[in-house]
């Protein structure tokens, strides 16, 4: 479930809906659009390019996948320590191990990709807002 959520969140632009963490733009509950960001069916002759969903429908889809993580990490730890403490051969425990270092990593990764995302959104408006060269002095553009 949590792969077919991962691929709802990026085949809909929504990857960057939140980004910050552990919140999601600024809020644990942000403003969402559930019944726009699930809609299977949208109609022939749209033109997908960049995404067709409003912030809200993105954001309840990257929120709905970012549950989904928490749900996915706690079973996994729940299973790791199980698998360690009750594992008679030493294969149980060196799955135990990979799991355990797995999904740290995943976590690690997503977390990293907002990040790379907010760095480069943030370069993006500094150029807009500063010329090309994006170089500014306390907020503001150097030379205006």
């Known amino acids: ?78 299973v790791v320590v199980s698998a360690w403490r009750r594992g008679q051969s030493g294969g149980a425990r060196v799955a135990a191990v990979a799991v355990a270092i797995a999904v740290p990593l995943q976590i690690a990764i997503g977390m990293n990709l907002d990040l790379e995302r907010l760095a480069a959104l943030a370069r993006h408006c500094a150029q807009r807002r500063c010329g090309a060269t994006g170089a500014h002095d306390r907020g503001r553009c150097c030379g205006r």
């Open 1 to 78: 479930m949590q792969i077919a959520l991962g691929g709802w969140t990026s085949t809909n632009y929504a990857a960057a809906a939140c980004p910050d963490f552990p919140t999601c733009q600024g809020s644990f509950w942000p403003p969402m659009d559930f019944g726009n960001g699930y809609k299977l069916w949208r109609g022939l002759g749209i033109d997908y390019e960049g995404g067709v969903l409003d912030g809200p429908a993105r954001t309840a889809i990257h929120y709905t996948h970012r549950l989904g993580a928490y749900v996915t990490a706690f079973v996994l730890a729940l």
